[in-house]
């Protein structure tokens, strides 16, 4: 989990980007060297696995009521949230857009460098320190780290009848033999049609249609940018 429960109450919408980002998790875009370029080509690349984050939608009553409960009332209500969120995706099968972002960078990669995927997926990766996560692959010259860093459903301020989606996302290409990032970059997201926002339900109606349209919009914009530091 990335974001940290007492940081589940979305107020502003203006707060939402910085209440999805830890403090360890840059924001930089840093495009690869031509050295790097050179050292990269074929080259193994592992990708990194990553628990999927919680993805939550508080609704207006809950968020004034957890409002008024403070850092434990807002936890109680985020990790509530955060619960039916997981039931929502669990009923419409949708999946950590970081996985479709990594394997259009990895595809990218192949094309661009002719590297080669590792063949084991390696352990877990809980941690932000690059170290650690290259030490989880240990058969590969490269790791390619790509994680959701945050997405909620948020309702516009003082419109708490209509939500919009708030993504973020990070990659970042990590030398194994160094622990050095050779490329990084990040990407945010928030939906802008007001006039046709839906409400809580609607987030979810249509075999989630709306949700889906959303994050598929975000993650094209996350490998877009991340492909221009490749």
């Known amino acids: 989990m990335l974001i940290p ?20 998790v840059s924001t930089k875009n840093i495009a690869i060297s031509k050295q790097d370029r050179a050292l990269l080509t074929g080259q ?7 628990k999927m984050p919680g993805w939550w939608v508080m609704k207006p009553e809950a968020a ?54 590792a063949s084991s997926p390696g352990a877990m990766s809980k941690d932000i320190d690059p170290k650690k996560v290259v030490a ?5 010259a490269y790791v390619l780290d790509t994680f959701t860093s945050g ?43 007001k006039a046709n926002a839906p409400n809580y339900d609607g987030i979810y109606s249509n075999g989630a249609s709306f949700l889906k349209r959303e994050l598929k919009t975000a993650s094209d914009g996350a490998i877009a940018i991340f492909k221009k530091q490749l």
């Open 5 to 24: 429960s007492f940081c589940r109450l979305p107020l502003l919408t203006g707060c939402a980007i910085a209440l999805l980002l830890p403090s360890c």
């Open 44 to 50: 193994t690349v592992a990708v990194s696995k990553r």
């Open 64 to 117: 004034m009521a957890a409002g008024l409960g403070g850092v434990i009332g807002g936890g109680i209500a985020g990790g509530i949230a955060e619960r039916q969120g997981k039931e929502q995706l669990d009923r419409h099968n949708i999946k950590d857009p970081a996985v479709r972002i990594s394997d259009n960078l990895m595809e990218y990669l192949k094309a661009s460098y002719n590297i080669k995927a």
């Open 136 to 140: 989880a692959h240990p058969g590969a």
């Open 151 to 193: 997405w909620v459903g948020i309702y516009y301020p003082l419109t708490f009848t209509k939500y919009r989606v708030v993504y973020t996302a990070k990659m970042r290409l990590i030398e194994t033999s160094s622990g050095r990032i050779v490329a990084e970059g990040f990407h945010s997201y928030q939906s802008d049609d």
